[in-house]
């Protein structure tokens, strides 16, 4: 397997550090509001980097995902809206995990928050190693990293040296790309911020050193795997994690650094403080489906910035229901035995799609080789040249494929979600299939027209009745 490696700028083939375990870390949401979906197009690649790890590569995973509960945004948001920080970020840790079941993404191993007392316990340990190792001074009650002392400062940005501003500090969490500057580790009390002591007066940590803590913390000695995030952490925030870590273990911090293009929208980013974001409510208030955003978020490499429209939306809601209505298609195969030719297109299609996904996750090639083959096992059908083994072999590989592409079994769970318990509809397709085998037609056409008056259609075959949503 081959990733592009942000530090190198090359593609390197991939192995764990460690026998077969991926230690990997990516960074989460500031919760000071509902993730948008240029959030969710970062954690649904790095979603897909954990699938193809797991069940391509077969490498085990251990995956952190923070919540960077407090910074200077959290704390603004909390004290407008008049709530203690933890039960402001509450809100928005909830609606996070419920927008990440809703777009299929995989439960990770750990999810810290910033202000859980083990991190802030670790985030101390490191500002009081890098005062021992030299890297920091104080200046108003604040504790700072000296860039000067780190030659290697820059290489992940590959900032110009001539150009940093050792000596000029900055104390905001975020600040201007490529404008380096010594940068606060720990951030002198301000009046009604939460704070904490460690020995180096009342504070809070700064948003670059809670990730630097909890991937130390939470994955062990460096060098970790994998640290992932969208292409606007580059700098400041993973230049500065870098040299926090390096600076306190004299080691590397991560071998590989995978970062994931912006969601554009009107040819700019979308971001919150452009106000130009639509989040999931407002995604599924169009009448879209979850698995459909989904679908679209994983169909152009990520490293290739990816705009957003409704008409984008319209076209990946047609991909999506052509795959999975051939896949419904396969129940529906009433012809006998299996035909060679049919198990080698489906093996060719498998080894393509693990090839482009083996290429720094390829997903735009992978759906290739799926499309492909769809296309061509549909002619088999028409053909009567599918017979029931060979469906079966079909549906195996099509459960691998989405393994790790995750939008067949979100669409079937969403399929699932209807008006009506799925255990009615069942009973009214029997009630109806009862009803049309006494020859009571009028009573089977009033079931099936209350089942579509709850958003239920039905699809009548040899093979018997299958039911969807509308």
Known sequence: MRLYNTLTRTDETFTPSQDNLVRMYACGLTVYSRGHIGNFRTFIAVDILRRTLRYLERYQVRHVMNFTDVDD???????????????????????????????????????????????????????????????????????????????????????????????????????????????????????NEPSWDFGFGQGRPGWHLECSAMALRLLGGPPIDIHCGGVDLIFPHHENEIAQSEGATNKQFARFWIHVEHLLIDEEKMSKSLGNVFNLPDIVAKGYRPSTLRYLLLSTHYRKQLKFSWDAMNQAEESLRRLADFVDRLDRVT?????????????????????????????????????????????AIDNNELGREDAAVVKAAFERFDQVLGVLALRRQEDRQTALPAEEIDRLVGARQDARKRRDFAEGDRIRQQLLDSGIVLEDSAAGTRWKRK
């Open 73 to 191: 945004r959290t704390i603004a948001g909390s004290q407008k809206a008049g709530t203690p920080l933890r039960e402001y970020t509450n809100q928005w840790i909830d609606a996070f995990l419920d927008d990440s079941r809703a777009l299929g993404l995989e439960d990770v191993e750990e999810r810290p928050r910033a202000t859980d007392q083990e991190n802030l316990d670790s985030m101390a340990e490191l500002v009081r190693t890098l005062e021992k190792n030299g890297h920091t001074y104080e200046s108003d009650g604040s504790v700072y990293f000296k860039i000067s002392t780190l030659p290697q400062y820059g290489r992940l940005a590959r900032l110009d040296h001539d150009g940093l501003k050792a000596g000029a500090r900055i104390d905001s969490d975020n600040y201007d790309k490529d404008n380096a500057r010594d940068f606060v580790l720990w951030k002198a009390t301000k009046e």
């Open 335 to 379: 012809g006998a035995g299996s035909h060679a030719d049919i198990a080698a297109k489906v093996s060719a299609a498998d080894a393509q799609f693990v090839e482009a996904m083996e290429q720094d996750l390829n997903t735009a090639g992978a759906l290739g080789a799926v499309f492909e083959l769809v296309r061509s096992l549909n002619a």
